[in-house]
């Protein structure tokens, strides 16, 4: 993602190579977040599963 350099009266956009990575990185961790909570979901849901058939046997 760039900026707009107001200053220079042109619609002049810069990119910085370091943004980019912050990206990528703020990206990444979203990533894993949301993988961490659908893999607990999962678990949440198997083990309630167990349970529930556990009880009628």
Do not use: P
Request: net charge positive.
């Amino acid at each position: 993602m760039g900026y707009i350099d107001v200053k220079a009266r042109e619609a002049t956009v810069t990119h910085d190579a370091d943004e980019e990575a912050k990206r990528l990185r703020r990206q990444r961790l979203r990533s894993a977040a949301i993988a961490l909570g659908l893999g607990f979901l999962v678990m949440l849901f198997y083990a309630a599963t167990i349970v529930r058939m556990g009880g009628h046997q």
